[in-house]
């Protein structure tokens, strides 16, 4: 993994805190996805990363609410969704940087946990923060891009 | 002074909206655009003073609206507000003429920093 916990920390409490106004406090990892939705971003370089953000309805209602400076019942479906996606995009560009390389990060998307496979996990790090008393989960993971996926199906073939 | 801000979020339109009153610029009238080909039309129509663009965006990215204006002639000062904080973004953009980069997470003190030289 090119970061570590404590600069996915940093970064997120950048994004969270010293721009939006958010208190966050750091708490034990949170592995339970039950009832979260999650926006992520990849970012497409020498390996391909995936960054999700983790949260229930009601931390991402407020999240927006903080972003949109109004009462999130005043909020449409939407406007939730495009401040939570705009959260993981904030994280997943910063995390980009810090990597030093030339990558391209797409576009963020939202859906629930369970549209994201565990598929080819190299490489995983996983903070939790605590936010309006719910928890924030980051989860960044690199993995192989899928050209080197096939060299490695290929040079197994052969072996 | 007419200012396009271009985001594919709306929450980030309205937090750059917000930004710009808390950093004093109280005079400024602020035109949204959601990507940069909609940006494009809106330039054309309305004339801005200054553009500020996301980078990454649906239909057309903020480096490619700055190109396609250079290529009109349009000399309107465009910066860009991006959570892309790679040094070969920032070094993109000032070569295609950006007149600033300003990476997300930013502070009304970093957009009074790099709008404040373009307002006088």
Redesign the interface.
């Known amino acids: 993994m090119r970061i570590d916990e404590q600069c996915l920390q940093q970064i997120t409490m ?2 969270c805190t ?3 106004g958010l208190e966050l406090k750091p708490v034990p990892v949170d592995r339970n996805t039950e009832q979260q939705m999650v926006a992520s971003v990849e970012i497409h370089g020498e390996r391909r990363t995936v960054v999700e953000v983790f949260a229930n309805d009601f931390l991402i209602a407020n999240i ?1 609410g903080a ?3 109004s009462d999130h019942g005043n909020l449409s479906e939407s ?1 939730i969704r ?2 939570f ?2 959260i993981a ?2 994280i ?3 995390i ?2 810090s ?5 391209d ?1 797409t ?1 963020p998307k939202m859906g629930q946990p369970q549209d994201w496979s565990d598929e080819l996990l190299d490489d995983s790090l996983h903070t939790t923060f605590e936010c309006f008393d719910h928890p924030l989960s980051i989860v960044v993971r690199e993995m192989a891009m899928q050209h080197q996926l096939s060299a490695a199906v290929a040079a197994q073939a052969i072996s | 002074m007419k200012i396009l801000i271009v985001d ?5 339109r ?2 750059v909206r ?1 930004s710009l009153t808390q950093a004093g610029f109280s005079n400024v009238e602020a035109i949204e655009a959601c990507n940069g080909a909609e940006a494009l039309d809106v330039v054309e129509q309305q004339s801005p003073d200054l553009v500020l663009s996301d980078w ?3 239909e057309m990215k903020g480096i490619d609206l700055l190109k396609a204006l250079r290529s009109k002639g349009r000399k309107v000062p465009l910066g860009f507000i ?7 973004i920032r070094d993109q953009a000032v070569e295609s003429g950006a007149s600033f980069v300003i ?5 009304p003190a970093a957009i009074e920093l790099a709008l404040r030289p373009l307002m006088v």
């Not at chain 2, 991006?82 to 070969?88: A, K, Q």
């Not at chain 2, 990476?103 to 502070?107: A, G, H, I, R, S």
């Open positions: 950048d994004v010293s721009m939006l927006a972003m949109y400076c406007d495009d401040a996606c705009e995009n904030m997943g560009g910063n980009k940087g990597f030093g390389e030339e990558a990060l576009l | 594919d979020s709306k929450a980030m309205m937090i917000r990454n965006m649906p991006t959570s892309e904080s790679s040094p070969e990476v997300k997470p930013f502070t």
